[in-house]
């Protein structure tokens, strides 16, 4: 098992650009998330998915889209960037096993917009 | 809702201390609790857990109890490492039929030779 993968693991943008943040995880998993790492900020969760088909909006939602098309992947789309979204990107899955949902990290995405 | 309130760090110990991060929480039914560790330049993993009241989780010398009186989850380790230098995330998740977790905002440990 490769786990949770992202890609890139660093990237940097202009302000205005776009990009697509990739997560894979193969552990056939249903719930998939986003977070936004800053310091003294804690983790933030920018959107979520249940399942194939099914996202919501976390804490900070504004300025990114995320779709669902296969449980295996996650991608978190930049539609236009601006420096307040540079920060470090984390994916994370889940599964509840018996009541009890242990989060499975990728290893981040450094993303820094000029 | 729910919430999780950590001690604030940096927490700095010399080789060998005794370490114990607080970790108390607020929750609605009966949560799962965790403590995840991330290393520095690395996604978080899951350190240890506890899934009802009294369960001790324990994992790498780490040790944290789940109180319910209390409401606390307390990380502990009798003699630390300079390799335990990392940032620690304590978090409840499995209240309400929610997939979402609840993390504290992580306690940043500093161990000197």
């Known amino acids: 098992n490769a786990g949770v993968t992202q890609t890139p693991k660093f990237q940097v943008l202009k302000t205005g650009q776009s990009m697509t943040l990739q997560c894979a995880q193969d552990m056939n998993h249903e719930y998939m998330s986003w977070y936004r790492q800053d310091p003294g900020m804690g983790l933030r969760l920018i959107h979520y998915?249940?399942?194939?088909?099914?996202?919501d909006q976390g804490e900070v939602p504004n300025g990114y889209n995320v779709s669902r098309s296969t449980t295996e992947d996650f991608p978190l789309r930049l539609l236009s960037a601006a420096p307040s979204q540079t920060s470090v990107y984390f994916c994370?899955?889940?599964?509840?096993?018996?009541?009890?949902?242990?989060?499975?990290f990728g290893p981040g995405t450094r993303l820094t917009v000029t | 809702g729910n919430s999780v309130t950590q001690m604030e760090g940096p927490v700095t110990l010399s080789e060998e201390a005794f370490l114990t991060i607080n970790c108390t929480y607020t929750?609605?039914?009966?949560?799962?609790l965790f403590w995840y560790v991330q290393y520095p330049g690395e996604g978080l993993q899951l350190l240890l857990k506890a899934t009802k009241a009294d369960d001790k989780g324990s994992n790498k010398g780490f040790e944290a109890t789940y109180r319910k009186e209390t409401t606390s989850f307390h990380l502990e380790k009798g003699s630390v490492q300079v390799s335990d230098s990392a940032v620690y995330f304590c978090?409840?998740?499995?209240?309400?039929?929610?997939?979402?977790?609840?993390f504290g905002r992580g306690t940043s440990l500093i161990v000197h030779p």
């Open positions: 994370a899955s889940s599964q509840r096993l018996a009541g009890v949902d242990e989060q499975y």
């Open positions: 978090a409840l998740s499995g209240t309400g039929g929610s997939y979402i977790p609840t």
């Open positions: 929750a609605t039914g009966y949560p799962s």
């Open positions: 998915s249940v399942g194939a088909g099914i996202t």
